[in-house]
């Protein structure tokens, strides 16, 4: 019984090794890349977080207003009702004191209707204010959420390609994550 032993030969074992060098250093170097992918990506993800808290607060600041321009407008409508009221006693009264008494409480719940009106519309514009500014800060949440995909699509991509050791893939985790950093860097404009 012979056994057959393959003896390389030493040029084939130095192409063998060169080969192994040239992998393991793009192995390490699409490590690296995945490693600082991974770091935007997480920097991404908390200023997209940030964005979208700060504008869950200034919606919850809106609404917030919104009901108490509500709670000044019921105070209005209750402080008219009172000065209609007041008005239909002082004409069915006779006596000229009661007349007065009840004249002097109807100016008395106009004035406070005016400034309880103001303060309803002051209100109201802050509730508007506050909505639009929510807006303004959900708008870089929409494009950081949109970085982060691609910025993860580059790390699935650049892993698919240390196992599949096809180097075409390397430029396309090259093109997403340039894609996914230059939209993060345009969310704030």
């Known amino acids: 019984m012979e056994e057959e032993y393959e003896v390389p030969s030493p040029h084939e074992h130095e192409l063998e090794e060169a080969v192994e060098k040239e992998r393991d250093g793009l192995t390490q170097k699409i490590a690296l890349m995945t ?11 908390y200023q997209s977080g940030s964005a979208q808290n700060e504008a869950m607060f200034l919606k919850n600041q809106s609404i917030l207003k919104q009901a108490e321009a509500s709670d000044q407008w019921a105070f209005y409508q209750a402080k008219s009702v009172k000065a209609h009221l007041d008005d239909a006693v ?4 006779s006596a000229p004191e009661i007349k007065a008494r009840f ?3 109807k100016a ?13 519309q002051k209100l109201e514009a802050d509730s508007r204010k506050l909505g639009q500014e929510s807006e303004a800060k959900l708008k870089p949440h ?33 093109a997403s994550s340039a894609t996914g950093i230059l939209t993060a860097t ?3 404009f």
């Open 108 to 120: 008395k719940e106009d004035r406070q209707k005016g400034e309880i009106q103001a303060d309803a």
């Open 186 to 188: 345009t969310a704030f």
């Open 90 to 93: 002082a004409s069915l009264s």
């Open 103 to 105: 004249l002097a409480d």
């Open 35 to 45: 490693a600082i992918l991974a770091t935007i990506g997480a920097l991404i993800s």
């Open 142 to 174: 929409e494009r950081l959420a949109l970085a982060l995909t691609f910025i993860q699509i580059a790390i699935a991509l650049a892993a698919i390609t240390v196992l599949t050791r096809k180097r075409w893939l390397l430029w396309g985790s090259v």
